[in-house]
């Protein structure tokens, strides 16, 4: 094999592990993969993302490029690690082999370690296919998991047997590879030099927990530790455990995840409140929560609401519906916030009937939402003596979807607007809205009637009789979706939901 060759083949082969798992591994990176700018900066008091391997002395004792036979360590851990420090030099990764044990007993006695590339894989099994299509699909699969033949019947190993002294020592070790070895930059891509440490795996957690995203939290580390051959494990592994992350709280198991939180959470502030309904399968169909602090907020801030329900990226694809309002500072206070299973008019009865509960029985003086039927039924009920608003913001957004050739009449869309916040008199709107009318001919739209119909919910000129705190709601409702929505996506669970930094910041911009 000519130089060349040689150099290539040893890059093949240190790419790809002795596992059998790495079309898997390659596929639920994948599912992990989010793109993210480079986090700067994260307080940190100490360096939690040390290599181990970079713990080790940088001058690694080059004896330990030859035979390893005599050396002695108390346990089968240290053998491991020995024989990885001559594997780092020699250009091979590890795998832990077989137990000797203490004849009649469960106590070892002597371990073999192997090169990765020790053995041959086993033939995969061939199952019985019934028909054609069965055939189709099980060629499909078995193309989709091709993997590198890596096994290459290497026999490079070590065996350590208790001595005397009841240390563990070397007594066998094979130098000898049949194959290629890979080059010093890039031993770190071995798997018995990849190493997910607990120090990591809490920091990984730490910086999930604040919202950080899986690729960002591993640019952080690669960037505190000088480079991605400095971290101590792949990127791929640190998707995985971003995954497992995820995979540790789903389906029931997040909503009680998520129960028992909100109790821990009421043992330290009494004040806290929190309810939950529950479906005839007795899984969580609607969730409401406000702490002590949102309801003081509530109390001085309380008379115009928001009420948003446009929101859905979570992955369960429920609602989250927060309430909201504005503070002395024109910044928006969350007075609350509902998990919601759906968009019934008994659901909102008791999310509204919850929230009324909840902060003693306050009624506000106005309500803004989107133009939702079972809302307004809700509010009706529960709410009778306020005054129910319609958004601008997701009435302008509604309303775009039905103008047709009509978008791109500046002289429509200039009266239309004029309509929604414009007019400063009733007999203003009276005269725009009827003229807008009969010079686009709209008479018959039945859209447009049954807003008119509404009037009174959002035309700024006939709402002057109740306090709306001279807010536009589609300012409240965008910064809100905004607001809540930054960190989360599809896959986020209740309790990533809930435990993401803008939930608990009561005041956002």
């Given at each position: 094999m000519d130089q060349e060759n040689l150099e290539n083949h040893r890059e093949v082969y240190d790419v790809e592990d002795e596992d059998e798992g790495t079309s898997q591994q390659v596929m639920v990176a994948n599912q992990c993969i989010e793109e993210g700018s480079i986090i700067h900066s994260i307080d940190t008091n100490h360096n939690i993302f040390e290599n181990p391997n970079n713990e080790q002395e940088e001058n690694i004792d080059k004896e330990l490029?030859?035979?390893?036979?005599?050396?002695?360590?108390?346990t089968t851990d240290e053998i491991y690690?020995?024989?990885?420090?001559?594997?780092?030099?020699?250009?091979?990764?590890?795998?832990?082999?077989?137990n000797r044990y203490k004849e009649g007993t469960t106590i070892v006695n002597g371990k073999y370690f192997y090169c990765s590339a020790a053995g041959i894989r086993d033939p995969p099994k061939n199952k019985e296919l019934k028909n054609e299509d069965d055939q189709s699909d099980a060629k499909k699969k078995e193309r989709r998991k091709r993997v590198m033949i890596t096994r290459t019947k290497c026999e490079a190993q070590i065996f350590a047997k208790k001595n005397e002294n009841g240390d563990f020592e070397i007594e066998k070790h094979v130098v000898v590879h049949n194959h290629p070895l890979t080059r010093e930059i890039s031993n770190y891509l071995h798997r018995s030099e990849r190493q997910m440490t607990e120090p990591k795996k809490e920091a990984i957690e730490a910086m999930s927990e604040c919202g950080l995203r899986p690729m960002e939290s591993y640019r952080y580390m690669s960037t505190e530790t000088g480079g991605d051959d400095c971290v101590g494990h792949t990127m791929i592994d640190h998707l995985n455990?971003?995954?497992?992350?995820?995979?540790?709280?789903?389906?029931?198991?997040?909503?009680?995840t998520l129960v028992n939180k909100l109790?821990?959470?009421?043992?330290?502030?009494?004040?806290?409140?929190?309810?939950?309904?529950?479906?005839?399968?007795?899984?969580?169909e609607c969730l409401f929560w406000r702490d002590s602090m949102m309801r003081e907020d509530y109390k001085i801030y309380g008379d115009v609401l928001v009420f948003d329900t446009t929101f859905r990226t979570n992955k369960y694809n429920l609602?989250?519906?927060?309430?909201?309002?504005?503070n002395n500072h024109w910044k928006n206070t969350m007075f609350a916030c509902a998990f919601i299973g759906d968009e019934t008019t008994e659901s909102f009865v008791w999310v509204f009937e919850t929230f009324l509960k909840a902060m003693g029985g306050k009624h506000p003086i106005s309500i803004f939402t989107d133009q939702d039927a079972a809302i307004a039924a809700g509010i009706e009920q529960v709410f009778p003596s306020s005054r129910h608003r319609l958004c601008l913001w997701h009435l302008s957004k509604n309303a775009n979807s039905r103008f047709g050739l009509l978008k791109s009449d500046k002289n429509f869309k200039n009266a239309f607007y004029k309509c929604l916040s414009g007019c400063i008199t009733p007999n203003d709107f009276e005269e725009t809205w009827k003229s807008m009318i009969n010079t686009f001919k709209l008479e018959k739209d039945d859209w447009f009637n049954r807003l008119y119909g509404l009037k009174e919910k959002w035309c700024t000129a006939l709402s002057k009789d109740f306090f709306s705190a001279g807010i536009l709601s589609s300012q409240r409702s965008e910064s809100t979706n905004h607001a809540v929505g930054f960190k989360a996506n599809k896959s986020t669970t209740l309790t990533e939901f809930y435990s993401s930094k803008c939930i608990h910041d009561n005041t956002f911009s």
């Open positions: 490029d030859g035979s390893l036979i005599g050396e002695a360590r108390k690690d020995l024989y990885c420090k001559h594997a780092a030099i020699i250009g091979f990764s590890v795998r832990k082999g077989k455990y971003c995954y497992k992350l995820k995979m540790k709280q789903i389906d029931g198991k997040d909503s009680q109790y821990d959470i009421q043992s330290i502030d009494p004040e806290f409140f929190f309810r939950v309904r529950l479906n005839a399968e007795g899984k969580v609602i989250c519906a927060p309430f909201v309002g504005i």
